[in-house]
């Protein structure tokens, strides 16, 4: 077990709300990533943050949003749910801003939030 | 832009068989992770494989990169119920962004 937790575990809305996702790095990471993993697919990469700046992003609009607090947790927030917005929301952190291929700079995901948009 | 292809998409294998997952990529592989995710759960960290030709073992999981063909195997021996559920792996972008680009992954039964 990694020490990335993610809050809350299920969370049903409906379209149209907005929502808010929340992740705890594991101890000692500054560099957290998200991403969005549909029924039966891969994940797929959301954006990261280093240092509460984002620095790099998928392929998702500006709807998705994202925070890093000094204190290197995250928060992704969702506009404007969708339907296709439904998918299990993953988490993962790495202790620093080397590649990810670095050794001890591994990336590790947290258990997710499984997202019911209705 | 770059995809990851695994194969075979599920696996019924019976308990002390041996197999194999392949990820091949559509363009060169700078380096590779290996998860394991259970249904509906978070992905847990198998290995990562940084260059062309390294091998890596772990208990009875070993996972090899080939550069020049693109692509890493994942290979279980003597398997476990344990070891069921879904493999997936995750080719580095290019930059540092923390981005991995993810196969569909392989869905694995063992049975008793």
């Known amino acids: 077990e990694t020490g990335v937790t993610q809050s809350p575990t299920h969370l049903i809305k409906t379209r149209g709300q907005q929502v808010t996702l929340r992740c705890s790095s594991q101890s000692g990471h500054n560099t957290v990533s998200w991403y969005q993993q549909a029924l039966g697919q891969g994940p797929q990469f959301i954006f990261q943050?280093?240092?509460?700046?984002?620095?790099g992003r998928g392929n998702f609009p500006p709807r998705f949003s994202g925070l890093q607090f000094p204190n290197y947790s995250s928060e992704l927030n969702v506009n404007a749910l969708e339907l296709d917005d439904s998918a299990l929301y993953l988490c993962?952190?790495?202790?620093?801003?080397?590649?990810?291929?670095?050794?001890?700079?591994?990336?590790?995901f947290g258990p997710g939030t499984r997202l019911t948009v209705l | 832009s770059q995809e990851l292809e695994q194969s075979p998409q599920s696996l019924i294998v019976q308990e002390g068989k041996n197999l194999t997952i392949n990820c091949t990529s559509s363009?060169?592989?700078?380096?590779l992770y290996w998860y394991k995710q259970k249904y509906g759960e978070g992905l847990i960290f198998l290995m990562m494989?940084?260059?062309?030709?390294e091998e890596k073992s772990h208990e009875k999981i070993t996972a090899k990169l080939d550069e020049k063909k693109q692509q890493s195997s994942l290979h279980i021996t003597a398997s476990q119920p344990s070891h069921a559920g879904i493999y997936l792996c995750g080719a580095v972008g290019s930059g540092n962004t923390g981005k991995l680009i993810f196969g569909q992954g392989t869905t694995l039964q063992v049975k008793p």
């Open positions: 943050y280093y240092r509460e700046e984002e620095n």
């Open positions: 363009k060169t592989l700078y380096g």
């Open positions: 993962a952190s790495r202790p620093g801003w080397g590649g990810l291929l670095s050794r001890r700079n591994e990336q590790f």
């Open positions: 494989l940084q260059k062309g030709g």
